[in-house]
């Protein structure tokens, strides 16, 4: 097997090495040593022949690598095992430097965590007092708005808590936007005088609904819940005989009656203020009222059945 001068100092462990065991042999004067053998061969005669050991690669013992070791330590790997009271004292050394780093991350860690947990606990409690703020703030709303509501049903007053955006030139009537709601508070110069609150989709109705006196009669007895419902708050037109004048409480009723009695109605106009003087109706003469309804109650043996229009006109 041929090799240069890189190549002499590493061999294949299957070939083996020559190791000299004569002191005189120098393997730099190998090659005229075997010339000299070459001629005394064809002169046919002898020559001294050095010592020569045979040894094998995978016979010698192996030579710990001191430069990969200088590595190994550099690079702070504990992958080979060291011996001996100076690698003792390395490792040790090692060991310590990987424990103070690890501390040292452990305790950057830790700070960041405490801080992000820190702002986080921050974000939830003004998420939160902002979230109750807005809920009270709702509420208030929400009850203001029940309050002027009923306030407004139960007194016929003018809302509180609600913006005057409108009024009409019918006499007076205004239109108000509450939170969620509209309400109208009807003036007109002879007509609808009542306050009405619906959604904000409600629109003005100034024109009475004409009922016959009959027909409202036949359906209150008849189905009494159902025609109240259907009429309650409601601008109507409705005329008939005069049957009784209350002066005292400005009131003009006005009476169905049939021969059983069992339709019979009575409707107790209350006039408003600005309406036509009581003293000039007659009684059993025929008028035409308008007026919003407000109440209806049922008769008994005594009593019919009584129907009572609000802020009347009667003409």
């Known amino acids: 097997m041929s ?14 090495i ?20 070459k001629q005394a061969k064809k002169e046919n005669t002898v020559i001294d022949e050095p010592i020569i050991k045979k040894i ?30 100076t690698s003792e004292i390395k490792t040790e050394e090692i060991k310590e430097e990987k424990s103070q780093e690890n501390h040292e991350k452990e305790k950057i860690q830790e700070e960041f965590d405490f801080e992000y947990d820190k702002d986080k606990e921050k974000r939830i409690k003004k998420i939160t007092k902002i979230t109750n703020i807005v809920l ?73 609904t004409n009922i016959e006196l ?35 409480k400005n009131i003009i009723t006005i009476s169905y009656v049939d021969e059983e009695n069992k339709y019979s109605l009575n409707i107790d106009a209350k006039l408003d203020k600005d309406a036509k003087d009581i003293s000039k109706f007659d009684q059993g003469s025929i008028v035409y009222i308008i007026g919003t309804v407000s109440k209806y109650e049922i008769g008994n043996k005594d009593k019919v059945n009584t129907l009572t229009l609000s802020n009347c006109f009667a003409e």
């Open 56 to 85: 094998y690669l995978s016979e010698m013992p192996l030579v710990k690598d001191e430069t990969d070791k200088t590595k190994n330590e550099l690079k702070g790997t504990n992958d080979e095992i060291l011996t001996g009271p």
């Open 3 to 16: 090799r240069n001068k890189k190549d002499k100092f590493f061999a294949d462990e299957n070939e083996p």
């Open 214 to 248: 009959i027909d409202l009669a036949i359906n209150l007895k008849e189905k009494p819940e159902e025609t109240y419902e259907e009429i309650a708050k409601k601008f109507i037109r409705v005329s008939g005989n005069i049957t009784n004048i209350d002066t005292q």
């Open 136 to 208: 009270v703030v709702l509420f208030l709303l929400i009850l203001i708005s029940a309050i002027d509501i009923v306030n407004i049903s139960k007194n016929d007053k003018e809302p509180f808590f609600a913006i005057k955006t409108k009024t009409y030139k019918d006499g007076g009537s205004k239109v108000y936007y509450g939170l969620g709601y509209k309400v109208i508070k009807y003036h007109q110069k002879q007509g609808r005088r009542d306050i009405v609150v619906g959604t904000w989709t409600m629109p003005y109705q100034g024109e009475p």
């Open 18 to 37: 020559l190791i000299p065991l004569d002191e005189n042999y120098v393997p730099k004067k190998e090659k005229k040593h075997l010339r000299k053998k």
